[in-house]
Structures are given as C-alpha cells and as structure tokens.
C-alpha cells in the first residue's frame, strides 16, 4: 500500500520568496514520485518525477525536489516565487519496478503567492 | 496531438438519473485510467485500461459505475442512478505502456466536473 501525506494545505508566500511544499510518502515498493500543479478548472500538469538516478529532480517553472530515502521525503521548492505560480500542487507516488500504473495523490497544498 | 480530452466538461444532473462521460486518450497510448477528484482531495484512482482490457478496478468503483474502452481508444465512464456523492470532477489521463516496462508519464486530461442536485 502506498500513502502520500502534504503537510500545509495551504501556504502563502511573497513574490521573490522561497516556496517549500513538503511532502512525504509510504511505499512498501520502491516509489516513483511526482509533483502535478493543478490550476482553476484545468487537469493536472507534471511538474517534475524521481524514478532512480540523481536524488535531486528538476522541473518546469524553476522547481526542483529532492528525493531523500532515510525521511521518505520529496519536498517541492523553488527559489523565487512568481504571481504565476499560485495554484495547488499535488505529490504523487506510484510503484516503481514496472509496475508503475496508477498514482496515489496527497490532499495537495494551496499556494498563495503575494505581491 | 492534442492531448487527453475529455467531454463534456461539466454535467449537471438530477439525483437517480445516469450519466456518461468520454475520455479521448493521445492517439499512440495505449493505458488510460479515471481517476476522481472530490473538493479539498487529490485525484484517487478508479480504473485503468491497456488497450481494451480493464486491468483493475478500485474498491471506490461501485456496482454503479462501469468503464469501457471497446477499441482501445476513447472510454467512457458511466454512473447509474446517480447520488449527491457522486459530486466530484472525474479525471481521465493517458500513457504509453512498453514492454520493458519502463517508466510511463500519465497526461490528464481537463476533467469532467459532475453536480448531482
């Protein structure tokens, strides 16, 4: 069985300030992991994903991750919040190893950005 | 390539009625999954298909809900006789499954929003 908890449903940053939106999972397979954003009335959009390799990911937009086994981490950040990045981020999990089908989301968290 | 579509993108319904929703996949992919998405929760997931073949279903799909992918193509997802809970925005996403089992990208599509009255 596989979990993914988000901590913070919502954050609220400035424009300019550093964004960190934590996220930590449960895999009794070793994960792939996943961050969507999600803006109003719109699907899903990957972000970035940790399948193996380098532990420290990144995506779209400037964002970056880091996945770190011995926390069962995979926290989002990105250095310079924009206007354009307020919407809900979600983290994901799935089964790694090939048996990579369905995703199991957190609750996501909210993000405010502030001018 | 346009991407997953997915229609209509928003159904009102009145309780008991039954409702049908379509996903369009990107043409080559050959999985495709439903996922749910109620307010204030991350999508969970219902189903997915490979090809025409359902591979599994969630313990969330009911004896009132039913997916179809006939052709390996669209699918549709129906709810019978529908209930107030069954309020939520349905997601369908799309991926290209290969046999050395390799790591897929799913690609969602903009999602069907369901109000039961």
């Known amino acids: 069985a596989q979990s993914v908890t988000q901590l913070g449903s919502h954050v609220s940053v400035s424009e300019g300030a550093l964004v960190l939106l934590r996220c930590n999972y449960s895999?009794?397979?070793?994960?792939?992991l996943f961050w969507y954003v999600q803006y109003p009335n719109q699907g899903l959009q990957l972000l970035l994903k940790?399948?193996?390799?380098?532990?420290l990911v990144k995506g779209i937009n400037g964002f970056e991750a880091e996945f770190k086994k011995s926390e069962t981490s995979f926290h989002l950040t990105k250095p310079s919040a924009h206007m354009s990045d307020a919407a809900e981020y979600f983290c994901a999990v799935s089964g790694g190893g090939g048996s990579n089908y369905k995703l199991t989301f957190g609750k996501g968290t909210l993000l405010t950005v502030n001018p | 390539d346009t991407g997953v579509s997915q229609n209509p993108r928003h159904k009102i319904t009145k309780r008991g009625q039954n409702v049908t929703f379509r996903c369009d996949p990107i043409s080559e992919h050959n999985r495709l999954y439903w996922y749910r998405q109620t307010l204030g929760q991350g999508p969970e997931f219902l189903t997915y298909?490979?090809?025409?073949?359902?591979?599994?279903k969630s313990r969330l799909l009911s004896d009132r809900f039913s997916a179809e992918r006939p052709k390996g193509s669209f699918s549709t997802l129906e709810i019978q006789r529908t209930e107030q809970g069954d309020s939520a925005m349905y997601l369908c996403a799309s991926s290209l499954y290969g046999a050395s089992g390799s790591y897929n990208e799913q690609f969602f599509g903009p999602g069907t929003r369901l109000t039961v009255l």
């Open positions: 895999s009794s397979v070793p994960p792939y």
């Open positions: 298909f490979q090809n025409e073949a359902q591979l599994e």
């Open positions: 940790y399948t193996t390799g380098a532990t």
